[in-house]
């Protein structure tokens, strides 16, 4: 994991912010010089005229980098929608040359660099380009986040394999709980563990602490519950 980590997730709220911040904040701790990045952000709030991209803004302050916010997010969209359809509603060409020179950009003035998607492989960012396609030309090892659900096993594997069939390396898998645990979550991680082909790289439970974006205890997360061998492993 030389250069970076595309982070992606097998839904939305999967927890791909938590766990992206997190990795920031450790690296940083660590002496890593991290930068980030946050392509396109939809359902950004408006504030005072002004569209306020969470996601990004966590990122940075987990990085505790001073990049640009138009750099770390050139695209913000106000619908909830994914991308390509809250661009078309909002009139907003996302221009892919446009992701690919602040990606660039980022990643000359840091050591390493942590791409959070938006949604999951197949989040249509235009028409006929995808999120996948934009993890393909970044050229980062994929870090999967999935929540564990009712149909993570499905919706892990799907990803798993997809990104496979596209040969994009998967650093591995990160279990998450956003949710108050239910009782299959235990099994969900054993039977994932058996059928995966990349590394279970941790379960994440469900901390009220997490419930809200804060930068306290993300290190801590980190440490606890990642396996940052198997993690530090993943060839570039
Ligand atoms: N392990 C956890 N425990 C408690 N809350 C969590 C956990 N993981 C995520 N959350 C919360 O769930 C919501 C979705 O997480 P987020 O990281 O934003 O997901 P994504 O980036 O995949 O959309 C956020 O409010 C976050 O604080
Ligand atoms: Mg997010």
Excluded at 181 to 186: H, I, N, Q
Excluded at 196 to 211: A, E, H, M, N, S
């Amino acid at each position: 994991m030389k250069q970076g980590l595309f982070i992606t997730g097998t839904d939305t709220g999967v927890g791909k912010t938590l766990v992206a911040a997190a990795l920031a904040s450790f690296l940083k701790k660590e002496g890593v010089d991290v930068g980030v990045m946050r392509p396109v952000e939809s359902g950004c709030r408006r504030q005072e005229g002004r569209l306020v991209p969470q996601d990004a803004l966590f990122l940075r302050e987990a990085a505790g980098c001073a990049d640009n916010l138009d750099l770390i997010n050139p695209y913000r969209l106000e619908a909830p929608l994914a991308p390509s359809l809250a661009a078309e509603r909002e009139g907003v060409e996302i221009d892919l040359g446009k992701l690919i020179e602040c990606f660039q950009a980022i990643k000359e003035k840091h050591d390493f660099i942590l791409v959070e998607g938006a949604g999951g492989l197949l989040v249509p960012l235009r028409e006929g380009y995808f999120i996948s396609d934009l993890a393909q030309v970044f050229q980062l090892p994929l870090l999967i986040v999935a929540a564990s659900r009712l149909g993570v096993i499905n919706h892990t594997l799907l990803t798993v394999r997809y990104a496979q069939s596209l040969t994009i390396k998967v650093a591995g898998v990160i279990l998450n709980n956003p949710e108050e645990e239910d009782s299959a979550s235990g099994s969900n991680s054993s039977l994932l563990q058996q059928l995966l082909d990349v590394p279970l790289l941790g379960v994440i439970p469900f901390t009220t602490q997490f419930r809200e974006f804060k930068k306290e205890g993300l290190t801590d997360l980190i440490k606890e519950w990642i396996n940052l061998a198997a993690l530090a492993g993943t060839p570039e």
